[in-house]
């Protein structure tokens, strides 16, 4: 079906959103983003991304910005965090040729989103918080802080974990607190350090590490096991100290970089379920949500934003290749939900093989080097059908 014309409202102006508002403008839809922020920005911390999400930015004619502020990453490295030794390293220049992995900031990504959007027509409105998306009548209707209400033709939820467009799809569904914490940080880097994400792995906690920016900032996100409940938010301080504390036991690698921590973040790590109910049509519209808004993710592999790049192309795809919203819908959320959930369950599995403990540690260990030596492919070959996966091929 053209999408010549179209009007289309996308809720958030996130990675989701604005990828999406721009598949579908430069297929000729008229896309207007809602966002709640007076400016679109991005908190300061990286993002790894890898090949999947990466095709779609090419493909969306981003691939040359993407190169611009990005990092090639060479290498994924597994090191036993107490002793930093090697316990397992992906060789990304394995990949398939032109297959790339990238270290970004995430202000960076947002930025060549946003311009994206703009140059393809999006119109992108500001300080439009959506307080609850009300499916009553005959279209989907965003209603605002304001007390705005805002109907749509098609409207699409990118509106990220506290999804409105999401519970009117699905009601509330009560995540449940993981016993995990993570800290974030970006702190100065040294050029000369290799483009390699380091994961270094410790009884009950792990810290993730990469460089950014040429190297000259290093992006660190440290996770540990605890009872005590943290709220799911990302805008709770917390005292360097307490990271360094945390992780005291680890080699001298992790705490030089911690030493230089002056800011850090802390936040609850929370499962919610893949949503039920990723669209609905209604007699003269239809909703749908993408990205975290359907499918949050535990950050343990680094996939949420590559998800939500995925979901925005694929989307737009399936717009312009079924006749109807109905039928499009309902064979975009069958394509995807499958994928998505086995993505989020690889995740929560890498979150138990990074904390092992005990003799499980040292078999653990001992099977990824071993692995490591025998057949140095196998642990990306193993990720085959997530890293290479091309949505737009
Ligand atoms: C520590 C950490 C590390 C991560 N690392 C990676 C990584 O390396 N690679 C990766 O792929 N993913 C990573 N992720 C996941 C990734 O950040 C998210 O999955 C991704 O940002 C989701 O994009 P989104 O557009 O769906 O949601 P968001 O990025 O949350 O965007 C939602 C947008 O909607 C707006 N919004 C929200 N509510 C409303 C409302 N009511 N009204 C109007 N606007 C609204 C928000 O302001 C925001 O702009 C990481 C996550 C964490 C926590």
């Not at 993002?47 to 779609?56: D, F, H, I, T």
């Not at 079924?322 to 819908?329: I, S, Y």
């Not at 369950?345 to 260990?365: F, M, P, V």
Request: proline share 4%; net charge positive.
């Amino acid at each position: 079906m053209s999408l010549i014309g179209r009007r289309v409202t996308v809720l958030g102006a996130g990675v989701a959103g604005l990828a999406v508002a721009r598949a579908l403008a430069m297929r000729g839809a008229a896309v207007t983003v809602l966002e709640q922020a007076d400016a679109i920005r991005e908190v300061g911390a990286g993002l790894q991304v890898s090949p999947n999400g990466a095709a779609v930015l090419r493909t969306l004619g981003l691939g040359e910005a993407l190169e611009a502020a990005s990092m090639r990453a060479s290498g994924v490295v597994l090191r036993d965090g107490l002793d930093g030794a090697q316990v397992l390293r992906m060789d990304l220049a394995r990949l398939r040729p032109g297959q790339g992995w990238h270290f970004v900031h995430r202000a960076d990504l947002i930025a060549l989103l946003e311009r994206g959007a703009r140059e393809a027509g999006v119109e992108l409105r500001l300080l439009q918080k959506v307080e609850a998306v009300d499916l009553a009548g005959e279209r989907p209707v965003a209603v605002t802080a304001q007390g705005g209400r805002v109907e749509a033709d098609l409207m699409i939820g990118a509106d990220g974990l506290h999804s409105p467009a999401r519970i009117a799809l699905n009601g509330k569904v009560a995540p449940f607190f993981t016993h995990q914490v993570a800290w974030r940080a970006v702190v100065p880097g040294d050029t000369s350090d290799p483009a390699e994400a380091e994961v270094h792995m410790g009884p009950g906690k792990h810290l993730v590490s990469y460089p950014l920016r040429g190297g000259q900032w290093r992006n660190i996100v440290a996770v540990e096991e605890r009872r005590r409940w943290v709220e799911e938010g990302w805008s709770l301080r917390d005292d360097p100290m307490e990271l360094r504390l945390a992780f005291a036991g680890f080699s001298p690698r992790v705490r030089g970089w911690l030493e230089r921590v002056e800011d850090v973040w802390l936040w609850g790590l929370f499962r919610h379920p893949v949503a039920k109910v990723w669209h609905r049509c209604m007699p003269l519209g239809s909703l749908a949500i993408l990205g975290d808004a359907a499918h949050p993710t535990l950050p343990f592999l680094a996939q949420g934003a590559n998800m939500a790049l995925e979901d925005a192309w694929s989307l737009a795809a399936a717009l312009a290749g079924h006749d109807g919203d109905a039928a499009a819908l309902a064979a975009w959320e069958a394509g995807r939900k499958p994928r998505c959930a086995r993505i989020v369950e690889a995740a929560n599995a890498n979150a138990r093989n990074y904390h092992l403990s005990g003799a499980k540690r040292a078999i653990g260990h001992g099977v990824l080097r071993l692995g490591g030596m025998v057949a140095p492919g196998a642990a990306l070959k193993r990720f085959d059908w997530l890293y290479g996966h091309d949505v737009t091929a």
